[in-house]
């Protein structure tokens, strides 16, 4: 574990950059700092690796003050990844990802064999490895830095903003990579961003700094959002944390109905029987399974639907697997303001109204209470 101990950076004009500064950091999970510009973010991360040394306090490592090791030691155990990757630009890519193997004295061709298993592990196509940064997209750099952060299997990785610098659909890539290389390897690690959702996406704890470098609250993410500490921190989460709170609720107890749907190929019977509910439509399904959209009951013809007459019935939920609020974005833009539910496979397994979904908004809420209620 990693502990600031009452931490402030003062520097030399001055500036506090980080004011008495307070925060257990938990193993093997994701810790975010978050806040505005010039709150103290990087200024925290760089004096964990001792690029910059506190004014006050401590920092210990495992219970050690991470002054008592050799710098260069600490510096090894801890992976460093910047925005837009900061690449060796006169060096290939799998030599920008060898350095620390190098620097620590593995043959040319171990290190070489380890950059392209980590090429591999954060997705990189192994024809890159004899590019050279210029040669890559903004986000295919970022990757190249986590894998370089990554070659010595250090044990702790701070990333300062490491995701900033590429367009929304590529930092959701490199934010889901990141989360499915954490489950593999279970690091260390700290993430310094100012966006907030990305700190509720990745952080098992979120630090929200203000200012002035003082802590405003250090909670998990759905706390967070569910009890901010104050208007600074209930301004900076937005306008929507309620909505995006949903996010961690599971669509697992959603009640599904299963009368409102009927395949493809119904007979007269099978539908009439099937139109007996308060659905305002019935939602078809292929041969396969899957949705292909409503009808009101009386369009629709026995063993042979229309289906270029269906009302389409947009993106369903994986039910069990997507959120409350993934379940609630489906039954608002549907437009029966029904939402489908689908397994796995993407077969209908159910669908669910919006006042359904409502009343399990409203369940999931009181039980948050009570588990707060309870000192959770
Ligand atoms: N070397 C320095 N000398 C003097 N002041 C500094 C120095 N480095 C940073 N600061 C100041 O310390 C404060 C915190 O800076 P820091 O870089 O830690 O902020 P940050 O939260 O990372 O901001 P951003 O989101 O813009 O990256 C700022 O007011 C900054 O101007
Ligand atoms: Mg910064």
Request: with cysteine; net charge neutral; proline share 5%.
């Amino acid at each position: 574990m990693i502990r600031i101990d009452t931490v402030t950076k003062r520097y030399p004009d001055g500036t506090v950059a980080v004011d008495r500064l307070s925060l257990d950091i938990p193993d093997r999970s994701i810790t975010v700092l978050v806040g505005p510009s010039g709150c103290g973010k990087t200024t925290t991360l760089r004096m964990i690796n001792r690029m910059v040394e506190p004014s006050e306090g401590a920092i210990l490592l495992d219970g050690a003050d991470i002054r008592k090791q050799p710098v260069n030691t600490l510096r090894r155990s801890m992976g460093y990844v910047i925005q837009n990757a900061g690449l060796f630009q006169h060096r290939t890519i799998v030599d920008n990802i060898a350095t620390v193997p190098r620097l620590l004295g593995w043959s040319r061709q171990k290190s070489r064999a380890r950059a392209a298993e980590l090429m591999e592990r954060v997705g990189l196509d192994a024809a890159l490895a004899k590019r050279y940064p210029y040669q890559l997209s903004g986000g295919q750099q970022q990757r190249v830095g986590v894998a370089r952060a990554l070659a010595a299997d250090p044990p702790v990785l701070l990333m300062d903003e490491p995701f900033s610098a590429v367009d929304p659909v590529v930092r959701k890539g490199l934010q889901d990579e990141l989360l499915r290389i954490q489950d593999e390897l279970g690091k260390t690690i700290v993430f310094v961003t100012h966006d907030i959702d990305e700190a509720v996406k990745l952080g098992t704890m979120v630090a929200v700094l203000r200012t002035g470098g003082r802590l405003a609250q250090y909670a998990p993410p759905a706390e967070l959002l569910s009890a901010p500490a104050d208007a600074f921190v209930e301004d900076f989460l937005g306008a929507d944390r309620g909505i995006r709170r949903l996010s961690f609720f599971g669509s697992d107890a959603l009640e599904l109905r299963t009368e409102p749907i009927v395949a493809v190929d119904s007979t007269a019977e099978q539908i009439a029987a099937r139109a007996v509910t308060d659905a305002p439509c019935l939602l078809v399904t292929g041969l396969d399974g899957r949705p292909l959209g409503w009808s009101a009951p009386e369009d629709l013809t026995a063993g042979a639907v229309h289906t270029e007459r269906l009302i389409s019935c947009g993106r369903p939920f994986v039910h069990g697997e997507d959120s409350l609020r993934a379940a609630l974005d489906c039954a608002v833009l549907s437009p029966t303001g029904w939402a489908v539910a689908v397994d796995g496979a993407g077969r209908a397994v159910g669908v669910v109204s919006q006042q359904t979904i409502g009343e399990a908004i409203r369940g999931a809420h009181a039980e948050g209470r009570a588990q707060a209620k309870a000192g959770r």
